[in-house]
């Protein structure tokens, strides 16, 4: 499954802050879920902005160095994947003015090793209108009413992102209590901000039809579909994405590669060749 960019536009404008500028790098960074959560404030290099309005400024850089991943009630930040997924990803212009924008007003953005993304919970509003109060961390709660017992787990999963999806960006964005302290947790994030976010998208913008089954690992698959959109080789597209050869690159995108339209290269590799001197059929005349 992978998303246009008027699909991705639609989504990111459906997440609350600052969560939707995390679904924006998914899918312009093609970082895996894991690397997004170990990602700390150091691993953003943003190059200076040009004064020179006719020399466009380089890009910034993601380094990918580590994974964050649960271990009970932590978070704990470890190995990644595979030796090539140690790796530095270039940003597109846009991606690095909004980091840029992030870090200057993110609570802890002079903090080199503090989490890029904060860790989250659900505010649980009370019955009665009186203050809301954070719901447990990594709890199913979404503040939403319990679903009866007999619902099962994917039932209520369902109803809760539902529910969640009704509100507006604002209203989500209230509901969030954020801790700047810990990494994301990536299940809480999914089931409280991604689900209905998807969800919502469609509600605000019909014509996305963003299937609501939608999972978060189809953004690095855009992120693939994408560059392969924008003429970046497939063996470029390994390296970007950490894969452990070309081979899976080749083999996951097999279908988005067009190998029966040779004009492009064909046109490139004739433009090589040396003009052909044709011999003249004028027979010169002596004397």
Known sequence: MFLTPAQVSALVHATPWPYNLLVHVAVWAGLRAAELGGL????????????????????GVLRVRQAARA?????????????QSYRRVPLTAETTALLRD????QPRGDEPDAPLWPGMVLKRPRPNGGRATPANIGAATTGVEDAPPST???ARARRQAEALAELTVEDAEKR???????????????????????LRANGLTPTAKLSPDQSFHCLRHSYASLC?????????????MGHRDVKTTLTVYAHLIN???????????????APVA??????PLHG
Do not use: C
Not at 41 to 57: D, F, G, K, Q, Y
Not at 71 to 83: D, F, H, Q, V, W
Not at 228 to 240: M, N
């Open 40 to 59: 700390t404030n150091a691993n953003v290099e943003l190059p200076e902005p040009s004064s020179n309005p006719n020399v466009p400024a380089k890009p």
């Open 152 to 154: 099962t787990a994917k």
């Open 176 to 198: 969030l209590v954020l801790d700047w302290t810990q990494p994301l947790r990536h299940a809480t994030f999914y089931k409280a901000v991604y689900r209905p976010a998807v």
């Open 259 to 273: 190998t029966d339209d040779h004009s492009g290269n064909m046109a490139a590799l004739g433009a090589l060749a």
């Open 228 to 240: 392969l959109a924008a003429g970046i080789r497939p063996i470029d597209i390994a390296e970007l």
């Open 71 to 83: 271990k009970g009630a932590a978070i704990e930040y470890g190995p990644l994947k595979t030796k």
């Open 102 to 105: 992030y870090l200057a007003q």
């Open 278 to 283: 044709v011999p003249s059929n004028v027979i």
